[in-house]
């Protein structure tokens, strides 16, 4: 079964600088791979999608970077502002079963940026 | 109507009571799931639909049902509620084996 780990689970930050967001999934067998934002209470927003055949995705100020064949990915966010603050969810789409589509996520990292 | 819509926003249901939360989407896209969220848990698969007509079991299937009678429509129910159904519930969509796309949420609480 596919399991992925996000590190750390929380963050703290002062404004302006740069951070990494860490994820690591079990199996390479996988579609692609998801980085979701969750504002509080709210739903889940996509932030970067990444093929298995691809090592990056850039949006703005974010990067995602995928390395399938030790299981990896980070998501990079540069200039960080408190609007940044919120809970990053890592999803891989997992090769093979039934169920197309079908996304394992990591528990997430709760990011805090401070002015 | 744009991307994926849940309804209701929030309920508190008694146990034992029937329940079925609504999903729409108009994307069309063929793939279609619904996930809970509980604390320390993740979100986890309760139930998807590949496309309109057909419906899987998921991760947490039990005292869950789904149906697909149409690409843009799929309900959740719970035909007996209990406590431990207490969550908040997304639904998602997709096409295919690409971006997935998550509505609102539906916040449940069952007393």
């Known amino acids: 079964k596919q399991e992925v780990t996000q590190i750390p689970a929380a963050l703290s930050v002062p404004e302006g600088e740069n951070l990494v967001l860490n994820c690591s999934f079990t199996d390479s067998a996988i579609y692609n791979l998801q980085w979701f934002r969750q504002d509080p209470g709210k739903g889940l927003t996509s932030l970067l999608l990444i093929q298995s055949s691809q090592r990056e995705q850039t949006s703005g100020r974010l990067n995602a970077s995928l390395d399938k064949s030790s299981g990896r990915s980070t998501l990079y966010i540069a200039a960080s502002q408190p609007g940044d603050s919120a809970t990053y969810l890592c999803?891989?789409?997992?090769?093979?079963?039934?169920?197309?589509?079908?996304?394992?996520f990591g528990r997430g990292t709760q990011l805090t940026v401070w002015p | 109507i744009a991307g994926i819509t849940q309804a209701p926003t929030s309920q508190i249901l008694a146990a034992g009571r029937r329940m079925t939360l609504r999903c729409t989407q108009d994307m069309r896209h063929n793939a279609m799931y619904w996930y809970r969220q509980d604390l320390g848990l993740g979100l986890r698969l309760i139930h998807y639909?590949?496309?309109?007509?057909?419906?899987g079991k998921g991760e947490v299937p039990d005292g869950y049902s789904v149906s697909r009678a149409n690409t843009d429509d799929f309900p959740l129910t719970l035909a007996s509620a209990v406590p431990s159904q207490t969550s908040v519930y997304f639904c998602?969509?997709?096409?295919?084996?690409?971006?997935?796309?998550f509505g609102p949420g539906t916040r449940l609480t069952v007393l």
């Open positions: 998602a969509s997709s096409a295919g084996t690409n971006e997935q796309f």
């Open positions: 639909s590949n496309t309109a007509g057909t419906t």
């Open positions: 999803a891989v789409e997992a090769i093979g079963g039934s169920t197309l589509g079908r996304l394992y």
